[in-house]
């Protein structure tokens, strides 16, 4: 999904398109005019069902090294305590409030405008059961288990156990604590550890690169399977999947991300939107929180007016870490799946997705498509075939330059608040009371 050229010369996000449009077109036809044939059941069992298949697992074979990684990476750079300890405390607030208020939104959107419903449940339980018997039978094992139980699961028995199983949040909460006890200790052995997982996440980064140059494919293999078992049906309802996302990152983006900045930040949003267009731009065109880094800090310090100290950490860190468009997105995403293949989540059970999303933001690359493995993974949890990644593959390109865009904007607006209260501090302290007057726009 990234812009640049693939083996054949052509955008991969081109490439990706044309997949889309392939499979689905072949597969409705075949819906149409084939119907029941034997041979269409055979090429689906044995050739587009498994190319899909080795897709999702490459993305799931990620999911652990990655989120182990960039959880650590994350709580190292925001703890060190001796020089960024208040600058720290305040983006981590930041990234967790505003990345909860993202998340809501989605799920708000997805509960009112239920963009996944309409096939009829029948439809919806025989794919569930074509798709992924796994994944029923993980829905059905979570049956039963009390909130108290799944609030005790967060700490896991195993670590290496719980990575096993796919479990995520316990994945995560070792994580994090690794990586604060990382930060406590400053040794030379934890420093060599922390560059070793700094060696691990670029790894990863590189081979969701070459699994992503695979989703072409993928993406023709899915999408055929999908349609030509649910015909036309399937693209009215991505239509309303692509339409609930935009609205809610644009919520959040247009509403949410203004009224924060006017009020903590100081700042209006025409100068602040005026400032930040370069760097939105980018995002959007690159669909890279990490490729956008170097416009955003230039563009943070430069036309937004946010020390360079403040600038770097919060931005450098929130490339990977604040994530507001991709958080929102996997909500609806999980629960627009859920709708789709007529999988019942609870109140508690969208509580813990919300939980997910907020680290699984956290823990996704600022590269194209970087949430897509953190989502394969919640869907499994839940009981949800995680084969309807195929779905949303083929129009992700575009929500994913959205997404970041919001991404990045969030990066910013997080800059230009704790920009302005470190120089409220500095002022009242007596140090450094000059620098540039942050609330004097807009
Ligand atoms: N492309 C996004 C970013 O780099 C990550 C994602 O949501 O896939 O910010």
Redesign the pocket.
């Known amino acids: 999904m990234t812009s640049t050229p693939g083996a054949g010369g052509m955008p991969l996000h081109t490439k990706m398109l044309i997949g889309f449009v392939l499979g689905t077109v072949a597969g409705i036809v075949a819906n149409l005019y084939i119907g029941e044939a034997g041979w269409l059941d055979a090429l689906i069992t044995y050739v587009t069902d498994p190319v899909g298949q080795i897709f999702l697992r490459l993305l799931f074979m990620l999911v652990i090294p990655l989120v182990f990684s960039a959880l650590i990476l994350g709580v190292v750079e925001i703890g060190d305590p001796a020089s960024l300890g208040r600058i720290g405390v305040k983006t981590l607030v930041w990234i967790l409030a505003v990345t909860s208020i993202a998340v809501v939104i989605g799920l708000v959107a997805v509960n009112v405008l239920q963009p996944g419903r309409g096939l009829s449940p029948e439809i919806g339980q025989q794919l569930l059961a074509d798709t992924s018997q796994r994944a029923g039978e993980i829905a059905n094992a979570r049956e039963g288990v009390s909130g108290l139980q799944v609030l005790l699961n967060i700490v896991p028995r195993n670590p290496v156990a719980a990575a096993a199983e796919g479990d995520l949040i316990a994945v995560m909460f070792f994580s994090l604590m690794f990586g604060i006890a990382a930060t406590v200790i400053r040794s030379d052995g934890t420093r060599s550890f922390v560059s070793a997982v700094q060696g691990v996440y670029d790894i990863c980064l590189k081979l969701i690169g070459w699994v992503i140059a695979l989703a072409p494919y993928a993406v023709a293999a899915l999408l055929f399977s999908i349609t030509a078992k649910l015909g036309v049906d399937v693209l009215i309802q991505l239509a309303r999947f692509v339409g609930t996302v935009l609205l809610a990152l644009g919520v959040h983006f247009f509403i949410v991300i203004p009224i924060l900045l006017r009020v903590f930040g100081g700042m209006g949003p025409l100068a602040f939107f005026r400032g930040a267009q370069p760097a939105l731009l980018t995002a959007f065109s690159t ?4 490729a956008t880094l170097p416009t955003t800090l230039k563009v943070t310090e430069e036309n937004l007016g946010v020390p360079r100290r403040v600038a770097r950490f919060v931005c450098t860190l929130g490339a990977t870490a604040n ?1 507001n ?2 958080a929102l ?1 996997e909500g609806i995403t999980v629960l627009f799946l859920a709708q789709f293949f007529g999988v019942d989540l609870s109140m508690g059970q969208q509580v813990m997705i919300l939980v997910l999303c907020i680290f699984g933001s956290i823990g ?1 690359a ?7 493995p953190v989502i394969a993974m919640i869907l499994v949890m839940f009981g949800i075939p995680p084969e309807g990644i195929g779905l949303i593959l083929g129009v992700d390109r575009l929500l ?1 330059m959205c ?2 865009v919001v ?1 990045i904007g969030g990066d910013m607006a997080g800059s230009v608040v704790i920009g302005r209260s470190e120089l409220q501090y500095e002022s009242r302290d007596g140090t450094d009371a000059t620098a540039v007057p942050v609330d004097s726009r807009g």
């Open positions: 669909s890279s929180s990490s994530m468009g991709t997105f996704a600022g590269v194209p498509g970087g949430s897509l994913d997404r970041t991404n």
